[in-house]
């Protein structure tokens, strides 16, 4: 297995860039040709992103990676109205930028070669004090029972030791992942391979929705991007880049898990695979990875503590006290843990008999206690058990 690990945690950058900063790299990405790479090499060599939006094409064209006739259209691009119509489409389902420049982009994925000059989110990501563990869990979607089974054990395990669970909200391994994490309590993060606001397939929205809830959606793609084909190898690189490593449950001989596994290997992170039936067309390419010394065989979860060199139950802690809470805000609470999902503001208030000027104040102040979480539209759900 490989030598060089993923450093397991540590401090973000401290600096935040400005709204004028983050509308002209959404201006830059906009352009076509210009990927995260090329947006990086634009901002590294002109010293910012609204610096290259404003530079002259013959400037332009001396970044390296950026042609002649991609500078042309850099130079003459007119993006104003479409940046905003992504911040706007932002703001209306709740997502926010999270940039490379940015104190909470996450610690693992800013040790990549090719990190995305930014990224859209929903939900929210662990903070930068915290160690980063998390292990991207992978594998076919034409999943067996077994691999179900699987998929459901270990990552159940994983969450118990402290592991936030990594996927890409596809078909089979990918949903199983995320449905066990959230199963046992734990944080889970998807990956999209189209604009945030399109999640894909359909019929994961629901999912979608309950991962934000503890855990974050993410994409590198435009607001509105259609999930088209060459975007879902690109965003694999992410998976991986946000894990200490890939765990990859089933594989067939070709397919995205191995993209992932190979992504993984690139970034000096660890593979794990898990063996299966040598007459299971879907176990294929985990004994290949296996075959090959790429990636370490897994049938328990200490199997992967060990190679990661974490003790077991080290994540560990005793309960953190329920915090003190004020009559009105035991209202409030009453109130969201008798409701069956998330409650709008306006009859958040009606159950409560309070003021909505009130009744938000008293929000805030739990959201900063880690008790109340708000979602877009204005619907809060409680995050924590009180003494009410």
């Given at each position: 297995?490989?030598?060089?690990?993923?450093?397991?945690?540590?401090?973000?950058?401290?600096d935040?860039?400005?709204?004028?900063?983050?509308?002209?790299?959404?201006?830059?990405?906009?352009?076509?040709?210009?990927?995260?790479?090329?947006?990086?090499?634009?901002?590294?060599?002109?010293?910012?992103?609204?610096?290259?939006?404003?530079a002259?094409?013959?400037?332009?064209?001396?970044?390296?990676?950026?042609?002649?006739?991609?500078?042309?259209?850099?130079?003459?691009?007119?993006?104003?109205?479409?940046?905003?119509?992504?911040?706007?489409?932002?703001?209306?389902?709740?997502?926010?930028?999270?940039?490379?420049?940015?104190?909470?982009?996450p610690?693992?994925?800013?040790?990549?070669?090719?990190?995305?000059?930014?990224?859209?989110?929903?939900?929210?990501?662990?903070?930068?004090?915290?160690?980063?563990?998390?292990?991207?869990?992978?594998?076919?979607?034409?999943?067996?029972?077994?691999?179900?089974?699987?998929?459901?054990?270990?990552t159940?395990?994983?969450?118990?030791e402290?592991?936030?669970?990594?996927?890409?909200?596809?078909y089979?391994?990918?949903?199983?992942?995320?449905?066990?994490?959230?199963?046992?309590?734990?944080?889970?993060?998807?990956?999209?391979?189209?604009?945030?606001?399109?999640?894909?397939?359909?019929?994961?929205?629901?999912?979608?929705?309950?991962?934000?809830?503890?855990?974050?959606?993410?994409?590198?793609?435009?607001?509105?991007?259609?999930?088209?084909?060459?975007?879902?190898?690109?965003?694999?690189?992410?998976?991986?880049?946000?894990?200490?490593?890939?765990?990859?449950?089933?594989?067939?001989?070709?397919?995205?898990?191995?993209?992932?596994?190979?992504?993984?290997?690139?970034?000096?992170?660890?593979?794990?695979?898990?063996?299966?039936?040598?007459?299971?067309?879907?176990?294929?390419?985990?004994?290949?990875?296996?075959?090959?010394?790429?990636?370490?065989?897994?049938?328990?979860?200490?199997?992967?503590?060990?190679?990661?060199e974490?003790?077991?139950?080290?994540?560990?802690a005793?309960?953190?006290?329920?915090?003190?809470?004020?009559?009105?805000?035991?209202?409030?609470?009453?109130?969201?843990?008798?409701?069956?999902?998330?409650?709008?503001?306006?009859?958040?208030?009606?159950?409560?008999?309070?003021?909505?000027?009130?009744?938000?104040?008293?929000?805030?102040?739990?959201e900063?206690?880690?008790?109340?979480?708000?979602?877009?539209?204005?619907?809060?759900?409680?995050?924590?058990?009180?003494?009410?």
């Amino acid at each position: 297995m490989m030598e060089n690990k993923a450093k397991k945690g540590g401090r973000a950058a401290p600096d935040t860039l400005d709204g004028a900063e983050r509308r002209a790299m959404v201006a830059l990405a906009l352009v076509p040709g210009v990927g995260s790479g090329r947006l990086r090499a634009l901002m590294s060599r002109m010293g910012s992103a609204q610096a290259a939006l404003g530079a002259s094409a013959a400037a332009i064209a001396s970044v390296p990676g950026v042609g002649r006739d991609l500078a042309t259209q850099i130079a003459a691009a007119d993006c104003g109205e479409s940046v905003e119509k992504q911040f706007a489409r932002a703001e209306e389902i709740g997502a926010e930028m999270v940039a490379l420049g940015d104190a909470n982009y996450p610690f693992l994925l800013r040790q990549i070669d090719d990190p995305p000059a930014f990224l859209w989110m929903r939900g929210r990501l662990p903070v930068a004090e915290e160690p980063a563990r998390a292990l991207a869990v992978v594998g076919t979607r034409r999943m067996s029972p077994y691999g179900l089974r699987v998929t459901g054990e270990l990552t159940e395990a994983l969450v118990r030791e402290g592991f936030s669970i990594v996927s890409g909200l596809a078909y089979g391994v990918d949903a199983a992942a995320h449905q066990a994490a959230l199963d046992a309590g734990g944080r889970t993060i998807a990956v999209l391979g189209s604009g945030i606001d399109r999640v894909y397939p359909a019929r994961h929205r629901r999912l979608a929705e309950d991962l934000i809830a503890t855990g974050a959606l993410l994409s590198e793609y435009p607001m509105g991007a259609p999930p088209d084909g060459p975007h879902f190898p690109r965003r694999n690189r992410i998976v991986s880049g946000l894990a200490l490593g890939a765990l990859i449950v089933e594989a067939h001989e070709e397919g995205g898990a191995l993209i992932t596994a190979r992504l993984a290997l690139e970034q000096n992170r660890e593979v794990f695979a898990v063996p299966g039936s040598v007459h299971n067309p879907s176990s294929a390419g985990v004994h290949r990875l296996i075959q090959k010394g790429e990636a370490k065989l897994v049938q328990r979860v200490e199997d992967i503590l060990e190679e990661l060199e974490i003790a077991p139950g080290a994540a560990s802690a005793p309960a953190k006290p329920a915090p003190a809470l004020d009559p009105e805000e035991k209202v409030l609470c009453r109130a969201l843990a008798a409701s069956a999902g998330p409650l709008h503001i306006n009859t958040l208030c009606l159950t409560a008999k309070m003021d909505p000027a009130a009744a938000l104040a008293h929000l805030l102040d739990l959201e900063l206690k880690g008790v109340v979480k708000q979602m877009a539209g204005k619907k809060f759900f409680l995050i924590a058990s009180v003494d009410s």
